[in-house]
């Protein structure tokens, strides 16, 4: 889930200082013990607000990771972006980028590990991403000319051992399933290195100029993989979504958040009585910065909450509730939103009835709501952790109100 647009200036510190203390935690995961060769790293764009870890040794992979670390979403971040890859490419990096790291690692390092596995001479760059339960280390593999070769995500707790497992998974599942309209990196190496699960990827073509991506095609592209796995219709009760559902809701019901989900779920079970809803697979955090859309497709990463037998029409309220939330005033505003262009938004995955738009809906945010207390997302200091302060007042009184 994205923070809010303009996150207030608390949190947006309290982000900075968790991002910083992530960075040692990283380096001394992917480069433990004591050796004599030195490994350096520069933090970009400084320490006190690191978003990317690049090879200190050499100009043109640094250069390379940088610009291929994200698309920038303005005119501004897009100069600054390319100021520092300008500065990398010409040697003077020194003048802005005075903050870098160095470690000396013994021999078993996780270069060693993908060296083994891929081949040598590749280079990393390290992703540093916002706190949050499911945040683990994502190395950029180049290789010396500065090319992108693939992305490797790495399980360093239960919970991240388990995503890494669960998009091998995926990745294989979508990979298989004939998709055309929805383009999805190869699965190039899964295995474990140590206690870590380790994921490698092949990099998506995201550096392509990008086309407008109108409605209908993300939607062809959402519904394309609803079907990936096959479809089936009926009532919720009784359904393995909701037998699913309610054993996780159940698990957390100690919770005194998971408790109000789990009655808030009995009343929309309840209430769908004899609606018809129909199940299909969900990627499961189609979002705004999880793709892409290029001239032959659209580009989406990310799989590790892929999930088949959910309501069909999940992943077009989930990418509507992420634009909400950059866009509303508040998150809990977005909710609301988010309810009340649900008829709209369904339209393109058949979901027409009243009822069974309502009943879609609200389960969204149960299902979603749910994954935060199972992973303990406040805990983690994750921006919207804390449901009690924008979904769960919403949600409660939207089902209330049935």
């Not at 309840?270 to 697979?281: C, W």
């Amino acid at each position: 889930m994205s923070p809010m647009k303009t996150a207030p200036a608390a949190l947006r510190a309290d982000d900075e200082q968790l991002r910083a203390q992530y960075i040692e935690e990283v380096l001394g995961l992917l480069y433990p013990g004591n050796g004599e060769r030195p490994v350096e790293y520069l933090v970009i764009p400084n320490a006190r607000k690191p978003r990317l870890l690049v090879p200190a040794d050499d100009r043109r992979v640094a250069a390379a990771a940088v610009r291929r670390y994200a698309e920038p979403q303005s005119r501004l971040a897009r100069l600054k972006r390319d100021a520092v890859v300008a500065a990398l490419r010409t040697g003077l990096s020194g003048l802005l980028l005075r903050d870098r790291l160095t470690l000396s690692p013994a021999e078993d390092t996780i270069d060693t590990y993908l060296g083994r596995h891929l081949g040598d001479g590749l280079r990393l760059s390290v992703h540093i991403g916002p706190a949050r339960a499911n945040r683990k280390p994502v190395l950029q593999l180049l290789d010396g000319d500065g090319r992108t070769l693939a992305f490797a995500k790495l399980g360093t707790s239960a919970l991240t051992r388990e995503l890494v497992r669960a998009e091998a998974a995926a990745l294989s599942t979508v990979g298989a399933a004939g998709l055309t309209q929805t383009r999805v990196p190869d699965a190039l190496h899964a295995g474990q290195w140590g206690e870590h699960e380790v994921l490698v990827q092949s990099a998506l073509p995201v550096w392509q100029p990008r086309v407008a991506l109108t409605a209908p095609r993300l939607a062809g592209a959402m519904l394309e993989v609803a079907r990936c796995c096959g479809t089936s219709h009926g009532r919720l009760d009784g359904s393995g979504y909701w037998n699913r559902l309610r054993a996780r809701l159940d698990a957390v019901a100690d919770h005194a958040e998971g408790a109000a989900l789990r009655t808030a779920a009995e009343r929309v079970a309840r209430a769908a009585g004899d609606v018809e809803l129909h199940f299909g697979s969900w990627h499961g955090d189609w979002s705004p910065w999880n793709m892409a859309a290029v001239a032959d497709g659209v580009l989406v990463w990310d799989w590790e909450r892929f999930t088949p037998g959910v309501p069909i029409g999940y992943d077009g309220l989930h990418h509507a509730l992420q634009l909400g939330i950059g866009r509303s005033p508040s998150a809990g505003q977005a909710v609301n939103e988010l309810v009340a262009a649900a008829p709209d938004l369904l339209l393109p995955f058949g979901v027409v009835h009243r009822q069974a738009v309502e009943v879609t809906a609200l389960l969204y945010l149960i299902d979603l709501a749910t994954r935060y207390v199972t992973d303990r997302q406040a805990e983690a200091g994750a921006r919207l952790g804390v449901l009690g302060s924008w979904l769960l007042p919403v949600l409660v009184a939207r089902v209330e109100a049935l």
